[in-house]
């Protein structure tokens, strides 16, 4: 599971693990996204709350997730990214994956500085809902356009780091004891963050 505040790689790094260990990559946010530009009753109904920075309530996201992890397809793994974001959610994964494996906590960390320059310069694919910074027009997952993520604006990311102080902070207590927590420092270059991940997981299994 994927832990740390807005801009901290998360994506990136869920995308790069998903490639070595084969296993699916289920963000919520993308998943979140997709429904918004497909129009469906659950992008309808989380349309404006994403827009704003919030957080979707724990019910309806906590059901978005236990439907994704049913799938035959996480059976043997799984890389989840943009969930928890709350103590009720986390409970709830609990008891999800309760008959798995222990779930290994890798938990991001980068200053707020550093979150408020990297998601100035993000973009995301307007087709596939694929996280990008940096030059370039095309998704290099699926080659579909990318745009400007509506819930970058300025305003909106200080809310949205407002929203994760208040909401999803507590979770490094929650999980911050467990011998599965495993702390990454996010500033250096994605593919060594990417390592002392792969480090830190195979330390656990």
Not at 45 to 56: N, P, R
Not at 72 to 93: C, H, M, N, W, Y
Request: some cysteine.
């Amino acid at each position: 599971m994927m832990l740390g505040p807005p801009g901290a790689g998360k994506g990136t790094q869920a995308r790069q693990l998903r490639r070595k260990w084969d296993i699916p990559h289920i963000s919520t946010g993308a998943m979140l996204r997709e429904a918004v530009a497909a129009g469906t009753p659950l992008g309808r109904a989380v349309a404006g709350i994403m827009e704003s920075g919030g957080l979707i309530n724990d019910e309806l996201i906590t059901r978005v997730v236990t439907e994704r992890l049913a799938q035959p397809d996480t059976k043997v793994g799984f890389l989840l990214d943009g969930f928890p974001r709350t103590i009720p959610q986390a409970e709830s994964l609990d008891r999800i994956v309760s008959d798995r494996a222990p779930l290994i906590i890798i938990d991001i960390i980068l200053t707020e500085a550093e979150v408020i320059r990297r998601l100035a310069s993000r973009m995301v694919c307007s087709e596939c809902g694929a996280n990008a910074v940096g030059e370039g027009s095309r998704c290099i997952d699926c080659g579909g356009p990318l745009v400007p993520r509506a819930d970058d604006r300025e305003q909106v990311v200080l809310n949205r780091l407002k929203v994760y102080r208040e909401q999803t902070e507590p979770l490094v207590e929650y999980y911050g004891k467990r011998p599965t927590y495993c702390r990454i420092d996010g500033a250096r270059l994605p593919d060594d963050v990417t390592e002392e991940i792969i480090t830190a997981v195979e330390s656990q299994t």
